[in-house]
């Protein structure tokens, strides 16, 4: 029973091992929504196998002083679960991470661990570019103004 397991697992493991691995890069540009309406900017590079994918992210958020509204740059490594192509010309997913958050307002700073959830779609325009669209959850470390922040964005996403 063990043997047959294990054997199972190793096909299992080959055949995602074997499975041509897919990358991609996205620039993107949103809004952080917490606590007021904020550019974010930022870029992610991932790679993929079938359904499971990594991608490595890098964003910045403006303060809003005013507002009391803190800059915020994260830096996370996620994991996602998408659909194996595109339906219809769209590839939805979720993903989850965590990774480092800086946050800057006035004389106040927090730098900590950040987890983040999310999901979004992946919309094939033409060729290897598609329009990426997303939202993500980060929760920050108790040091935090706001120990949760919201994020959407829409970005240039090239595949290869």
């Known amino acids: 029973m063990i043997r047959a397991r294990l054997a199972i697992a190793a096909a299992l493991l080959l055949l995602l091992v074997a499975a041509p691995a897919r990358a991609d890069i996205t620039a993107f540009i949103g809004a952080n929504t917490t606590p007021a309406n904020r550019q ?3 870029v992610a590079i991932g790679v993929g196998l079938v359904v499971v994918g990594f991608e490595f992210e ?10 009391l509204a803190p800059s915020l740059k994260t830096g996370s490594g996620n994991f996602l679960l998408q659909t194996p192509g595109a339906f219809f010309g769209f590839q939805p997913y979720w993903t989850t991470g965590g990774g480092l958050y800086q946050e800057e307002l006035g004389t106040h ?3 900590g661990f950040s987890l983040n959830t999310g999901g979004g779609v992946k919309v094939n325009l033409l060729g290897p570019i598609r329009l990426r669209v997303d939202y993500r ?3 920050q470390g108790s040091g ?3 120990s949760t922040a919201h994020r959407v964005y829409a970005g240039l996403n090239l595949k290869f």
Not at 58 to 67: F, G, I, L, Q, V
């Open 40 to 42: 974010t900017r930022g």
């Open 58 to 67: 890098y964003a910045a958020t403006t303060d809003d002083p005013a507002a």
């Open 109 to 111: 700073t927090d730098t």
């Open 137 to 139: 959850v980060f929760r």
């Open 144 to 146: 935090a103004l706001n």
